[in-house]
């Protein structure tokens, strides 16, 4: 017998009001089209995992768990020095870091 099973998305409202710079941070990050992907409240920055990683920094790891490593700090670094943030997890929620951006954004202007 086959059970069909509901998938639920979660909520998308507060993503949705860092939707510039979400673009501008997958393209300019995760080198990938924000509009491609499937983002919401829940998703968090390790959920894009090697994502942007230089491919020699790639090519470097021995094996997946490696992989996820180094792009943990790559992408960290990159973060922070891009962003002027500091203590950035690789398990951010991304509503969250695009909270911080702005506001670190915003604090430079005034």
Do not use: N
Request: some cysteine.
């Amino acid at each position: 017998m086959f059970v069909m099973t509901k998938v639920v998305i979660a909520s998308q409202e507060r993503i949705d009001d860092f939707e510039q710079t979400a673009h501008e941070f997958f393209r300019a990050v995760l080198d990938m089209d924000y509009s491609e992907c499937i983002v919401t409240d829940e998703s968090r920055l390790s959920d894009f995992s090697s994502c942007g990683l230089p491919e020699d920094i790639a090519d470097a790891a021995q094996g997946l768990k490696e992989l996820y490593s180094a792009w943990d700090v790559w992408v960290v670094a990159v973060i922070c020095d891009r962003y002027g943030l500091e203590d950035v997890s690789p398990t951010v929620l991304l509503v969250e870091l695009f909270e911080r951006i702005e506001w670190q954004q915003m604090s430079r202007i005034h």
